[in-house]
């Protein structure tokens, strides 16, 4: 009873605005289903390498990069309004032109130009979380978005399985209708606020004297770029659930489309069970620094295992493991991002944390696949279990850090 009463407290408090931008991220997400899929669709339909595979979705990567830090900057100087309506409305089209490109070449670049776009979404939509959200609230406000994130990622993987099974274009087609209803929504619902929000602090403005930012650039921020380096090192081997791991279901455990479909959906469905539960008992019990080493070392654990053994009961137990760390890492990397900015640059902090996730797709997968060619899957995921290691003592010591230097707010 006390632990119900504790999971039901996780949404108190939560704004209106936020529920929205989840609802939002919901419907952006559930239509996402094509890039868990991207590599069996260029391997299984247009007869790809595997090494090839890697190369285009390294380019995927390169455009998320690209778009990660035109979004910090177009946030900051336009607002994460506008920001976020153009990204929805300009890259749910380019879906519906993926299936006339069948070359190499081809692929890659209509797969970089989605993400170029799409990613310039993510700082704006994280500029929008701390913006609307109280300071108490701001952990467990990325954590709902994030809840809604793999909802989706739990609804998208296994329609999507069973479309591609019937046709890789229903992949496409429903991408564009559901990134373009996000699109829509989001503009019916914050219009109106957002021009009321705008109001609201010019009429402050008048009256209080904005306090000067101690960190005027991300880019010249030292400790900052070390916690965003082993950001991008966890991403680089926790994202290969994204493109490596179905490509290994695929090739070495021998599972269709459906069954992949249905082993990633249950990874999102775990995550919306328990992740508000998680996050409160962490903020409650566990330092940040604390609360992400313990969510690295589980990551580590679910690539490991899957280098010794890939029964069906294992990849359970390792997507189990995967699913609760990522639950302790990810909302609390976006948390420290947000208080170590302040004002008019948070787009700009914000863009440094995409970027740091987004190096991950264009190194994930054109080494990923490599190291699998050459060495073999079991190779692959103990070292990323090593990696994974590494990258949450790298990211205790840095937020320790971080967290001291801002001893004045009121953060664990």
Known sequence: MKIFKIYVDSFKGLSAESWMLSIVMLINRSGSMVLPFLGVYMTAKLGFTIEQTGLVLSFYGIGSVIGSFMGGYLTDK??????????????????????????????????????????????????????????ENLTRAF????????????????????????SYNFLFVVNFVAILAAGIMYVRFFKKRNKLYRNRIADVAEVITPTKNVYKSPYLDVPFLVFSLFCAIFAICFFQIINTLPLFF??????????????????????????????????????????????????????AVLGFDYALLTIIFSM????????????????????????????????VNGIAF?????????????????????????????FLILAGFGLFYTTKLIIKQRSNTEFK
């Open 358 to 386: 987004s190096l991950s797709f264009i190194i994930t997968p054109f080494l990923g696949t490599r190291i699998a060619s050459h060495f073999g899957f079991d190779t692959l995921w103990i070292y990323t279990g090593l």
């Open 78 to 135: 336009f607002g994460e309004y506008k920001v976020q309506s153009l990204s929805l409305f300009i890259s749910a089209p380019i879906f519906l032109l993926i299936p006339f490109f069948s070359t190499v070449a081809g692929m890659a670049f209509i797969i970089f130009l989605q993400s170029s776009i799409s990613e310039v979404f993510r700082p704006a939509n994280s500029v929008a979380i701390t913006k609307y959200a109280k300071p």
């Open 320 to 351: 189990t493991f995967m699913s609760i760390g990522e639950i302790l890492v990810l909302p609390f990397m976006s948390t420290v991002t947000a208080i170590r900015s302040e004002g008019a640059n948070r787009g700009a902090y914000m863009g």
């Open 250 to 303: 695929k090739d070495v455990v021998a599972l269709d489309q459906i069954a992949i479909g249905y082993i990633l959906g249950y990874s999102g469905f775990l995550i919306v069970l328990i992740e508000m539960l998680l996050v409160n008992l962490s903020e409650k019990y566990l330092s940040i620094a604390s609360t992400l080493l313990i969510g690295s070392v589980f990551c580590a654990i679910g690539y």
């Open 143 to 166: 954590s709902l978005n994030r809840m809604a994130v793999n909802l989706g990622f739990s609804i998208g993987p296994a329609l999507g399985g069973i479309l591609s099974a019937i």
